[in-house]
């Protein structure tokens, strides 16, 4: 899976993740639980995946609603 966004903004990973369904991205946020157990404080940022034949078009998707600045480089 391809690490698309890292991020602590629940809003910004909600829209992404809305993003990525409305255009039939199969995408999984990883380290929810994390979160949860971390008392949602804030300090463990959650990771939106998406497969890694999609990534591309996810990019650009991302890129497209403004949210360029938030991808992750691809490392």
Do not use: W
């Not at 949860?36 to 650009?60: F, N, Q, T």
Request: aromatic content about 4%; proline content about 1%.
């Amino acid at each position: 899976m391809y690490e698309l966004i890292r991020t602590n903004d629940a809003v910004l990973l909600s829209f992404a993740e809305s993003l990525m369904k409305d255009a039939g991205i199969r995408c999984f946020v990883a380290d929810q639980g994390m979160s949860i157990l971390e008392g949602s404080l804030g300090m463990l940022p959650r990771r939106l995946l998406v497969d890694d034949e999609k990534a591309e078009e996810a990019r650009r998707i991302c890129v497209d609603a403004g949210l360029g600045a938030e991808l992750r480089s691809g490392d």
